[in-house]
């Protein structure tokens, strides 16, 4: 069982950047694909972008260009680089694990962390 824990949320202003930190703990040697997620009070949950274990990224279109995901292996830990910050990309944002499929669709994720909340203010 892999167990995550996300991190690095926080309140900027519309235009600023943050970088979430997600690190995994447990058997993460059979790690294959984390993504990101998130949810908005009283909005359905949204997918990200997620990336496997050999780099290969998958972005929810609209958001292409000011978010990346990358990884350090190394550390177990998976990022998510927001930039140009708006408003409405406020949410609590998770990680979690694929086996299989590596796009960012819930459906196939599972190992959810707690949770990361970020706020924009503009």
């Known amino acids: 069982q892999v167990h995550l824990v996300e991190s690095g949320g926080g309140s900027v202003q519309a235009g600023g950047s943050l970088r979430l930190s997600c690190a995994a703990f447990?058997?993460?040697?059979?790690?294959?694909?984390v993504g990101w997620f998130r949810q908005a009070p009283g909005k359905e949950r949204e997918g990200v972008a997620a990336?496997?274990?050999?780099?290969?990224?998958n972005y929810a279109d609209s958001l292409k260009g000011r978010f990346t995901i990358s990884q350090d292996g190394a550390k177990n830990t998976v990022y998510l680089q927001m930039n140009s910050l708006k408003p409405e990309d406020t949410a609590m944002y998770y990680c979690?694990?694929?086996?299989?499929?590596?796009?960012?669709?819930?459906?196939?994720?599972?190992?959810w962390g707690q949770g990361t909340q970020v706020t924009v203010s503009s």
């Open positions: 979690a694990v694929s086996y299989g499929t590596c796009r960012p669709e819930s459906a196939f994720f599972g190992n």
């Open positions: 447990g058997y993460t040697y059979i790690w294959y694909c």
């Open positions: 990336i496997d274990s050999n780099g290969s990224t």
